[in-house]
């Protein structure tokens, strides 16, 4: 017997209008530009089926040109606008991580401080990855600290500490993901897994900070580590 649909879920449609519509609201000329370059996708194939003489062949192969292109070009504008909406949110890196695919576990404000900087910590198969939000002159502190905490507990294990921000020396929301995925490789999978074992009796130092954390914000996947 096929399972119910959640009710509360939202069609492909509807999905699919939400994101336009946020596309819209980041960047007016965004649908525009995807209909044009799925437009423009389709004339130079059909121009090219008219000068070797395989119009319809070329008009079939240029309708599924045009649907890839336009929504390689409509996944990015998300992507850009998802990206737009988050910054400067409390919270908006742990959005950003929790988005990342593969054997990640990923933790937030496992660390905060009076100013709602946040540490948030990350394992996988670089080792440990702690995060922070926040002005580099306040967070690189809290960085230390943490990063001697977690060392009790991970010994011998690679720890690497990112500063997320639009500071100098800080990685921008956008390339995150990206710099993440970036690191080496130091673990296997069976000592990923022993890792995530010890951490997890790790307490966070300070409660959460006020105000609602963005959870709920959908990012794009980015690569997944193989």
Known sequence: MAKS????????IKQLRMIAKIIKQANPKGMPIVFLSAVGTLAVVVVIGLVT???WYSVFIGVLAAFTVGLVVFGQLAQKAQYSILHGQTGAAAAVLEGM????QVTPAIAVNRDQDL??????YPGVVLVSEGPGNRVAKMLAAEKKR????????EIYDIQCGDGEGQVPISKLQRHIMKLPRNLKKPAV???KDRLRSLPRNMPM????MPKGARMPRGPKMR
């Open 193 to 195: 897994n022993e890792v």
């Open 150 to 157: 977690v060392a009790r507990v991970v010994l011998g294990v």
């Open 5 to 12: 649909e959640d009710p509360e879920k939202p069609g492909r």
């Open 209 to 212: 900070p006020k105000g609602p």
């Open 53 to 55: 003489d395989y119009l």
């Open 119 to 124: 540490i948030h910590l990350v394992v996988g």
């Open 101 to 104: 695919r593969g054997n990640w």
